[in-house]
């Protein structure tokens, strides 16, 4: 079904009352990219795209779409790789952009937290907290345009979860716009609150099916003094997993970062930055790049991760190792591992897995996934890389060099995420670690959660959104009775 004019018309009309005319868009040229996800794969419509400066907007909005049973679909950086921030095709959404509440509301050093907008990006997040003396650790490659508000709806996990976890885990309160308008919060900044069901979580990883989050608490931990960077060449995952153990042992829990490369996703990030060399002085197989940050001095920091290279030596795992002797090198070494994602998506054909098991199980899984994905695809690269200290790879087979990207994914994407993902199930494992579902992985759902878990999620959905308006489509499967 799609909207008829009229209609359109009396929500425009109604959402100018509220937000005023220059922060409601309709002309395509205005609204494509808020309809269009980041990897240019789905393309939705929006009958408004809405940009509301204040939660009680938000709440008007809300309202107002809820009397007159108007989907929503809240949008933030609109980073997602799931489809889950962009409306479907039947034009009937408004789009509720939240970039202009992008305001860093309060810091408090004593209490050491951080109360923003949900607008506010992560990077003026971190740079926020890092004026007042604090680090706030979330780290992802989309920093500069995913905003806080996304960061909780799909509970986003980075690059440094190893040390200091998932968005869930950074945040004390939320402030929530409900789907009738009523506003929920918890902005308390308590560390300590056991007064019944701690509802704030039901928000945040919901990608923002149940409600829109228009603010935070967050939480602020001391800055390191110092950190140390190497890119170290590993024997196997195997090694990697015993190097990370001894990196623990001997670091005393330091390590902030534990990620591995292989040597196809090395090779691809390579040649899309053009000019950037390599760390390692030959071609290997696997590479993890480690990153240890604590309290103490540089030098000691880096006689530590001396320590656990040569221990890595002694037992084989590692074959060379590059450490940053510089804040420039660390930078460069970040900047290959960040950009992996990036050169992926500008070379075309990719069929991104974002798997987690068990660390116990995830050098055997991506041994095994591996060889039955060669199997099947015997000329895939396999670019496989990711944040291997939580168990999390983006396993990302890649179409080979001179195939059609297009006709690569039309005959290769089913077989091999269904491949992989079913292993990863197999192992106890997550089908999304980290990406969350959208509309991607919505369907796939059905295959890997069991009955109870799907009904608890709808009947959570229905408590909160009985109309089924919020983010319509996506996270939860339709299913057969009562869906
Ligand atoms: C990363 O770790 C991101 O770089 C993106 O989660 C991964 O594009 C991907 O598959
Ligand atoms: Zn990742």
New binding site residues.
């Given amino acids: 079904m799609s909207l008829d004019s009229s209609t359109r018309d009396a929500t425009l009309r109604a959402l100018q009352a509220i937000v005023g005319d220059n922060a409601c868009l309709v002309a395509d040229a205005d609204t494509e990219s808020y309809v269009t996800d980041y990897r240019r794969i789905s393309r939705g419509k929006a009958s408004v795209v809405v940009l509301p400066s204040s939660t009680e907007q938000v709440a008007a909005v809300m309202a107002w779409c809820h009397t007159h049973d108007v989907p929503v679909v809240p949008q933030g950086g609109n980073t997602s790789?799931m489809g889950g921030a962009v409306p479907d095709t039947r034009g009937d959404a408004v789009v509720l952009n939240l970039s202009r509440m992008n305001r860093v509301l309060a810091i408090d050093t004593v209490n050491d937290t951080l109360t923003v907008q949900a607008g506010v990006t992560l990077a003026a997040a971190r740079a926020a907290a890092e004026e007042g003396g604090r680090l706030f650790p979330l780290r992802?490659?989309?920093e500069g345009s995913c905003q806080i508000g996304g960061n909780l709806s799909t509970n986003a996990?980075?690059?440094a979860v190893l040390r200091y976890g998932n968005m869930r885990d950074l945040v004390l309160g939320i402030e929530a716009v409900l789907p009738d308008g009523r506003i929920y919060s918890s902005l308390r900044g308590l560390r300590k609150d056991n007064t019944g069901y701690d509802l704030k979580h039901l928000f945040i990883g919901a990608e923002g099916t149940l409600g829109i989050i228009t603010a935070a608490v967050l939480k602020l931990m001391p800055q390191p003094r110092a950190s140390a960077v190497a890119f170290v060449a590993v024997a196997s995952p195997d090694a990697a997993v015993r190097l990370l153990g001894e990196a623990k042992r001997l670091s005393g829990g330091a390590v902030t970062a534990f990620?591995l490369i292989s040597g196809p996703a090395l090779d691809l990030v390579l040649d899309y930055l053009g000019n950037v060399a390599s760390p390692l002085a030959q071609r290997h197989d696997w590479m993890v790049l480690i990153e240890l940050s604590s309290g103490a001095d540089a030098a000691s920091l880096e006689a530590t991760l001396l320590e656990i290279l040569e221990s890595g030596y002694e037992q084989q795992l590692v074959q060379d190792a590059a450490i940053a002797a510089s804040v420039a090198d660390a930078q460069t070494f970040w900047r290959i591992?960040?950009e992996?994602?990036?050169a992926?998506?500008r070379t075309g054909g990719?069929i991104?897995c974002?798997v987690s098991v068990p660390l116990s199980r995830i050098a055997d899984f991506v041994d095994e996934a591996s060889r039955r994905v060669l199997e099947l695809v015997p000329d895939a690269r396999m670019v496989i890389?990711?944040?291997m200290g939580d168990g999390n790879v983006?396993f990302?087979p890649l179409r080979p060099k001179d195939a059609d990207a297009k006709a690569f994914l039309a005959q290769w994407y089913k077989p091999v995420s269904d491949l992989v993902d079913g292993l990863a199930h197999g192992e106890g494992g997550s089908i999304s670690a980290?990406?969350g579902i959208g509309a991607v992985k919505r369907d796939d759902l059905r295959r890997y959660k069991s009955q109870v878990e799907l009904e608890l999620m709808w009947q959570v959905k229905r408590a909160l959104d009985p109309k089924n308006l919020m983010n319509p489509g996506r996270v939860l499967p339709a299913m057969g009775e009562g869906g």
């Fill in positions: 790789l992802i490659g989309s996990g980075g690059t990620e591992r960040e992996i994602s990036d992926q998506t990719s991104k974002d890389y990711g944040h983006h990302n980290e990406h």
